[in-house]
């Protein structure tokens, strides 16, 4: 089994900037596809990013594209969130997910139904 915890929420203006991490914990998630979804009160939890297992291939929802950065540290099993330009509508829960069953991602990482695990979610809130 894979525990996954998510830091670095929180408050933040329009335009500021936050650093969301995941760290994985009860086996290496080196070899995993990982991703970031994202759940705003009322709607469905929506892919933001998704990273291959060795960072080489990324893949981002086109609303995020040039303003959030995925990235990883597989000898720290973390993964990271960079989120500048922060928006109004970037307010959500922020998950992470690990995808277990490919070392590549699947099409665009989008599917939540290929993620087997889930953190339990670290709130973004942006002011305007």
């Known amino acids: 089994q894979v525990q996954l915890v998510e830091s670095g929420g929180g408050l933040v203006q329009a335009g500021g900037s936050l650093r969301l991490s995941c760290a994985a914990s009860g086996r290496t998630v080196s070899g995993y596809t990982m991703g970031w979804f994202r759940q705003a009160p009322g709607k469905e939890r929506e892919f933001v990013a998704a990273?291959?297992?060795?960072?080489?291939?990324?893949s981002y929802v086109d609303s995020v594209k040039g303003r959030f950065t995925i990235s990883r540290d597989n000898i720290k099993n973390t993964v990271s969130l960079q989120m500048n330009s922060l928006k109004p509508e970037d307010t959500a829960v922020y998950y992470c997910a690990a995808d277990p069953k490919t070392q590549f991602i699947r099409s665009d990482g989008s599917a939540r139904s290929d993620y087997d695990y889930w953190g339990q979610g670290t709130q973004v809130t942006v002011s305007s």
């Open positions: 990273i291959s297992w060795s960072g080489s291939r990324t």
